[in-house]
């Protein structure tokens, strides 16, 4: 392979990327695909493909279709402990942010939504609304008819409607909402968290990973119960995280988010999606298994100072 063809994968690595993390909620899995796309780029006989950009794309979709049907079978033999991999903001596999479509595409609530989708779905509903294919275009990729990518669209957005009042923030707002939540949760004090929290929160735990399923609840004073109970430091918790992480404020996956590190790697944190001045969702994710990527990029980056120093 020449030095072009190289040249032209990588003009297109981060744009790929991004679409396959969107279809597989997953950068491990995200990674691959991209890694196997670049083999099969290197098979292929780059004079009979006219547009690179367009093979490419259907290659990556094709890909991470078959890597999502074939996990499914998976994850249905572990209802109820799957969550998307969340990424620091910055990251190039966040992809396209330029309009609320995007930017809503990759929060973690539609990842979790888009889950629940038939592959065929999730494939259109990314194409169309993070990456503002035509109908045709995404037929093309697919393999499919218009008609039918219309209807697949449709239905898509329908499911997926019901997460799209995520407001997004500016680092300044972010950094706010984030010291508002660590202060109630630090204070002990339940009625300042059911304040923060819409009428109709919710939130989701992973369980450190350990459970056989996540934690969900809908009651703003049960959330704020739960929050204030994982917030309190005792020894057993500070053993499991292996010692007195810090605690930062930042953005994840588009939004205010609240991060636990211990030197230079995240622990733990707790995704905040708002809507006004309140807290319309809470998702916290504790297991490392999840968070591999997020630290990488942690490392690599430069820090505000800690909301609290010494957990």
């Given amino acids: 392979m020449d030095a072009a063809t190289v040249e032209c994968f990588e003009a297109n690595r981060n744009r790929l990327a991004s ?3 969107r279809l597989l909620g997953s950068a491990a899995d995200a ?11 290197q098979a292929a006989d780059a004079e009979r493909i006219p547009v690179p950009e367009a093979w490419l794309t259907k290659t990556v979709t094709n890909l991470s279709l078959d890597r999502l049907r074939s996990a499914r079978a998976r994850r249905e033999r572990s209802v ?13 596999m966040l992809g396209p942010a330029d309009t609320a479509e995007q930017r809503e595409s990759v929060s973690l609530a539609v990842l979790m939504l888009l889950e629940r989708l038939a592959p065929i779905e999730r494939a259109v509903y990314v194409l169309r609304e993070a990456f503002s294919h035509r109908h045709a275009e995404i037929a093309e990729i697919l393999d499919i008819s218009v008609s039918a990518s219309q209807q697949h669209a449709h239905r898509a957005r329908s499911r997926v409607r019901v997460a799209r009042n995520v407001h997004t923030a500016d680092r300044a707002a972010a950094r706010r909402i984030a010291e508002a939540f660590v202060d109630a949760a630090a204070s002990g004090r339940t009625e300042r968290l059911v304040a923060l929290l819409t009428d109709d929160t919710t939130a989701v735990f992973d369980g450190l990973g350990l459970t056989e399923h996540l934690l969900s609840y809908t009651v703003p004073e049960q959330i704020a119960a739960v929050v204030r109970a994982a917030f309190r430091p005792t020894p057993a918790k500070r053993r499991l995280a292996g010692g007195r992480p810090a605690i930062h404020a930042d953005m994840v996956n588009g939004l205010p988010a609240v991060l636990a ?7 733990g944190l707790a995704v905040l999606e708002t809507r006004g001045d309140k807290i319309a969702s809470v998702v916290s994710i504790a297991d490392t298994d999840r968070l591999g990527r997020l630290t990488e990029r942690w490392r690599r980056v430069e820090h505000a100072d800690p909301l609290i120093e010494s957990w």
């Fill in 261 to 267: 590190t211990l030197g230079d790697k995240v622990v």
């Fill in 80 to 92: 109820g402990i799957w969550m998307p991999e969340p990424l620091l903001d910055g990251d190039p």
């Fill in 19 to 21: 679409l396959a993390y």
């Fill in 31 to 41: 990674e691959d695909v991209v890694q196997d796309a670049f083999v099969r780029w």
